[in-house]
């Protein structure tokens, strides 16, 4: 039975971006277990007494029910480099604990910190996150992501990034990117020089 979750973010003691994980979590409900009427996810998850200082990384797990919900210490993952993996067949839909293909595929970044993920031609998402990249005059990300993540949908909606096709052969015409999600918002996400990107 595959299981499925949500990261969010606690950020002294309140939850981050649940607009989008609700949206998340239903679409993931209706679509891959075909429920309907959904629970709210800011009456679900109940921070505990204690956990309301400083930075913390909550996971719900659930299928049809929740199944738990956990809370640790957020520590960044440092990316100074990716590996350009092309995986025609690769699906990703919803954001299920089966990771073992991307598994796969990121155990081939060989050196490298991360991986860029090519889908038929175009550029999806890195393994830990959804990726904008610098143009000179505005962020874009793909139109093409394996999971929507949602701080990519909370920028979308800003217009603080746009969405548009970004093939690898369009690379070239970037300076440099930033690895977003749950846990990395734009503000604090470091760039990344399109150079560190190994072909």
Not at 102 to 131: M, P
Request: hydrophobic fraction near 40%; include cysteine; proline fraction near 4%.
């Amino acid at each position: 039975m595959s299981l499925y979750f949500e990261t969010i973010q606690v950020l002294e003691g309140k939850l981050q971006n649940l607009e989008f994980h609700q949206e998340r979590f239903e679409r993931t409900r209706s679509e891959a277990l075909g429920l309907r009427g959904h629970p709210l996810l800011g009456e679900v998850i109940q921070v505990p007494d204690g956990l309301d200082r400083g930075v913390l990384k909550c996971r719900l797990i659930y299928h049809k029910e929740v199944v738990r919900i956990e809370y640790e210490p957020y520590r960044a993952h440092q990316v100074r480099s990716l590996k350009l993996i092309h995986a025609d067949s690769l699906a990703y839909g919803f954001k299920s604990t089966d990771r073992g293909e991307l598994e796969v595929l990121f155990n081939q970044r060989g050196t490298c910190d991360d991986i860029l993920v090519v889908k038929n031609a175009c550029i999806t998402d890195s393994y830990y996150a959804n990726v904008i990249f610098w143009n000179g005059e505005a962020w874009e990300t793909p139109d093409t992501p394996l999971l929507p993540g949602t701080m990519r949908a909370s920028l979308l909606k800003k217009r603080v990034i746009r969405e548009c096709r970004i093939t690898a052969e369009d690379l070239a015409g970037y300076h440099k990117l930033k690895l977003i999600n749950a846990m990395n918002n734009f503000k604090d996400s470091p760039e990344i020089v399109m150079e560190s990107i190994s072909w």
